[in-house]
């Protein structure tokens, strides 16, 4: 099978667990990278053995047909549009984009141009979501009628050495971290209609306790960091969504849902693995556990493996399809729909959605298998 050329654009934090797992799937593999700071591509560039070049550069190489956006999210339309128009097919980073106009334009120039956009998370493709989907659609916990979700901590200063982006507009812990669970929600449930909304700020000001150059730095906060949701599905079950970076502690489940014939924890939907729990009626919890099947197998941390971290599954995904000239899994119109979600959670009051998605095909295990090399 003759790979297709990456190239990284956006050398920062993220971008390590994409070199270090890209070459463990088929058929692709890293060309260049390029940033906006040389010196961070260099960097890149030298420890992982792949030449680091310009941005225009790198857009102009022939050997390179897919495009990963790993910039920060206020940058990512715009470098997802200057490779669509360099004839690249573009996997990005979450969020598609900040602002719902620019999306559309990028899944539009996508179709003029006959190529793929595929957005993270693609977590929902690894075998936690994988399983947790096969369990909703042979009717483990019967018609799902309700559910709850949470992704609540104290912030992101306390381990990114650069954490001023999360607290600005365009991330925040709907924007940043929600992209993950809305779209687990929408994979497993459908799309989403209506959402109503309230947020608040529970700080006006963080300081950066991570080691490294900012450490001391004060940030202004200027996005909300609490925001509470109710999300009505077009299938017509509700779910209560919070997302907060002012908790310090609490005792949610990340995802559980309700059905007819019994409750199911969802595993992480950061993660790529994990345990999905179901009951029968209000009977005990049983485990289904992930940890043996394909990209749910612990790899992370590498020195001691205990999660399932496969970053650059998307990736795979999308070259899989560019191959078999089909639409991928972790699609664009998916992003768009979870896009046009959380920016109405940030907007806050009762929004009525525009866009509306079918549910991904679920990705089967032996496809699943298939991917990494
Ligand atoms: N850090 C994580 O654990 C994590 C996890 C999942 C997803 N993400 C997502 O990945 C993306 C990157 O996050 P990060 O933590 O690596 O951020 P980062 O700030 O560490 O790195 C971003 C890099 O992009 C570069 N950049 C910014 N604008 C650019 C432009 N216009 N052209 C070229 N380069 C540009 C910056 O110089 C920087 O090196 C974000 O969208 C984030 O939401 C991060």
């Keep these: 099978m003759e790979e297709i050329g990456v190239g990284i654009i956006g050398c920062g934090n993220i971008s390590t667990i994409y070199f270090t797992n890209i070459p463990d799937y088929r058929g692709i ?22 030449d680091a070049v310009s941005v225009d550069a790198l857009l102009k190489r022939d050997d390179i047909g897919i495009v990963v956006n790993l910039t920060i999210p206020n940058a ?94 365009g991330a925040g812990p709907v924007l940043d971290i929600g ?26 000001e963080r300081v950066v306790t991570a080691e490294g150059p900012r450490k001391g730095d004060k940030i202004k906060v200027e996005t909300p960091t609490t925001l509470l949701s109710l999300l009505e599905f077009a299938g017509g079950q509700h779910m209560t969504f919070g997302a907060s970076w002012d908790v310090w502690k609490h005792g949610h489940m990340p995802i559980e849902l309700y059905g007819t014939e019994g409750s199911m924890r969802v595993a992480d939907p950061n993660f790529f693995g994990g345990v999905v729990e179901t009951t029968k009626q209000d009977g005990d919890w049983v485990a289904h556990d992930s940890g043996d099947m394909p990209l749910g197998v612990p790899n992370w941390p590498s020195d001691a493996p205990r999660l399932a971290n496969y970053r ?15 639409k991928n899994h972790a699609s664009a119109d998916l992003a768009l729909h979870v896009l046009e979600v959380m920016n109405a959670i940030v907007a806050g009051g009762s929004i009525a959605m525009t866009t509306a998605v079918e549910r991904p095909p679920a990705l089967d295990d032996s496809d699943a298998a298939a991917l990494m090399g």
Aim: aromatic share 8%; net charge negative; glycine share 10%.
């Design 29 to 50: 593999a890293v060309r260049a990278c390029a940033d906006m700071r040389p010196e961070a591509a260099a960097a890149q560039g030298e420890k992982f053995g792949v």
């Design 76 to 169: 990512h339309a715009s470098v997802t549009f200057d490779a669509l128009s360099a004839d690249k097919h573009v996997f990005s980073e979450k969020p598609l984009a900040v602002d719902f106009d620019e999306g559309q334009r990028a899944v539009a120039e996508a179709e003029t141009r006959g190529l793929l956009l595929g957005c993270a998370p693609d977590t929902f493709l690894g075998a936690g979501g994988r399983l947790a989907r096969r369990l909703i659609d042979e009717g483990a916990i019967g018609s799902v009628l309700s559910g709850a979700a949470f992704v609540m901590s104290h912030g992101m200063e306390h381990w990114h050495p650069d954490p001023e982006f999360f607290f600005k507009p």
């Design 312 to 326: 650059g599954l998307g990736v795979a995904e999308l070259a899989a399809a560019v191959r078999k000239g089909e």
């Design 179 to 204: 992209p993950y669970y809305i779209t687990a929600l929408v994979n497993l449930l459908g799309p989403i209609a209506r959402i109503h909304a309230v947020s608040s700020t529970g700080f006006a």
